[in-house]
């Protein structure tokens, strides 16, 4: 999620003259293990969806997924948006926040546990009132309460900023959250409306993993239709 969504159709694709022999086949990967690094905000529903399909994937696949903090409201703060996105950045910082100060006192599968409470609250539920979504996601988290209090601090904004910035210096400056990492190969996205599943989120995670292996692949876009959906 950017400051500009956008609805043009933007289609960049490397040139593969010769693929026999360079690559390795899609079955040679599929019981190899990998490191998944996905750069989230937890305000973020394309984020959220994002973060789901690589749980599903995690589910079926020798995957080994951790979470890091991408702060929208740190890539937008200088940024003029429109009045309803500006709100939304100005908002996003406490969730945010909060998710980086459990990461350093309590680490990335702490991080994990809330990061998937806030997610069913703030969208599967729809609940946008942060004062009172923090504190329940915290608690089902099973970490401690005071940790709420981070959202209105600026304490923990250098942490937050450095990990936003790692995850830009994997991407470029100009993209956002989601951002994936898979075996040292980083790419933005996929942002997708609906979460796959199953066999669809394996052949998603592949075609992925694949096109982000090509150093000469860019960008593949087209304008989204329909809502978005988190089940």
Known sequence: MTNDPGDAVVIHCCSL???????PSMEDNLDRASAVTAYVDPSCPFAWITSRWLVE???????????????????????????????????????????????????????????????????DEGDKDFDTVVPAALAEAGLPA??????????????????????????????????VVVDDVAF??????SIPREEEALRVFDGARLLAACGAFSELKRVRAGGLSFA
């Open 188 to 193: 933005f996205g996929p942002v997708l409306t």
């Open 57 to 123: 994937v995690a589910r079926m696949r020798p995957v080994d997924l951790r979470f890091e903090v991408m702060s929208l409201a740190v890539i937008n703060e200088h940024r003029d948006l429109e009045p309803w996105y500006r709100e939304f950045n100005d908002r996003a910082w406490g969730p945010a926040r909060v998710c980086t100060a459990v990461s350093a006192e309590h680490g990335p599968t702490a991080l994990a546990s809330l990061y998937a409470a806030l997610g069913r609250r703030i969208h």
């Open 17 to 23: 003259p010769s693929m026999e022999g360079n690559l």
């Open 146 to 179: 005071d940790l709420a209090g981070a959202a209105h601090r600026g304490d923990v904004d250098p942490r937050m900023r450095a990990s936003t910035a790692r995850a830009q210096q994997l991407v470029g400056e100009d993209l956002g959250t989601p951002t």
